[in-house]
């Protein structure tokens, strides 16, 4: 493998972060790089939050299900699905006034889905631009959540969606490579749904690979601990009931002068 391909090999997530702080140009070199992403028609959909208020960034380790690592992380970044900034800049060039076109009020979901790409895909390449920088990363998909509060602490505007929130550092322990699953993960030309065989095969795997964390006592299958764990675990309906507020909001056109 080049080096590229060994650093994603071997990236993992990062919690335990060492007290260095991270230099100016790192900083500068990570953010030049997540610019650099693919971005849909080159409209740049998202925004990047730096937090560094402490007490900000207590307050998102309390909201984002209790992570204490959050607050000590030494940079803390927040991706944001945005097209606030373009119904600004609309709103400033008048072009409600245009002819012959057929207006929107307000972006809608496919614009919100775009724009989650375009903010994901600039996050994504931040992970892999800090990582060969010496700079671990763990995402919080728990930004999500309590949806009222953390567009309060934010200041975010109605078609601003928080998608994902990284917490970055230098690594104070060794990072084992987390296993990944494998089987039936590549489709050819068109969807393929697993046969019972086919299931069977791949419960089997994920068993396997990772039989170091454990199956929970009394589960048939990690089918079991993945349903409790992540799919009807509590904080899936808050996760849920805030996706479909930031959706609604996201949807509401703001009002305009005249």
């Not at 245009?98 to 390449?125: F, K, N, W, Y």
Request: proline share 6%; with cysteine; glycine share 6%.
């Amino acid at each position: 493998m080049n080096p590229t391909l060994e650093l994603i090999d071997a990236r993992t997530s990062t919690r335990v972060y060492a007290e260095t702080s991270l230099t100016p140009e790192e900083r500068h070199a990570v953010l030049h790089a997540a610019m650099r992403a693919p971005t849909a028609g080159n409209l740049m959909l998202y925004s990047i939050i730096e937090v560094g208020d402490q007490r900000l960034k207590d307050r998102l380790a309390v909201i984002c299900d209790d992570q204490p690592f959050i607050a000590k992380a030494p940079w803390v970044l927040v991706f944001v699905a945005d097209y606030q900034k373009w119904i600004d800049l609309f709103e400033h060039g008048d072009v409600w006034s245009l002819e012959g076109v057929e207006h929107r009020d307000a972006p809608g979901p496919g614009d919100l889905m775009l724009a989650c790409s375009d903010a994901l895909i600039a996050a994504q390449t931040a992970v892999i631009a800090a990582e060969s920088l010496g700079i671990g990363s763990c995402y919080i998909g728990d930004i999500m959540e309590r949806a009222e509060e953390v567009s309060d602490l934010l200041e975010l505007p109605r078609h601003a969606f928080p998608v994902a929130m990284l917490c970055l550092g230098r690594p104070a322990l060794d990072r084992p490579v987390q296993p990944r699953m494998t089987r039936n993960m590549v489709m050819r030309d068109r969807y393929h749904r697993l046969s019972a065989g086919e299931r069977d095969a791949t419960l089997r795997e994920l068993a396997e690979t990772f039989a170091s964390g454990g199956l929970k006592a009394g589960a048939r299958s990690y089918a079991d601990v993945v349903y409790r764990r992540k799919f009807a675990a509590p904080f899936t309906h808050e996760l849920n009931r805030s996706v479909a507020w930031w959706l609604e909001r996201w949807q509401t056109p703001e009002p305009r002068d005249g």
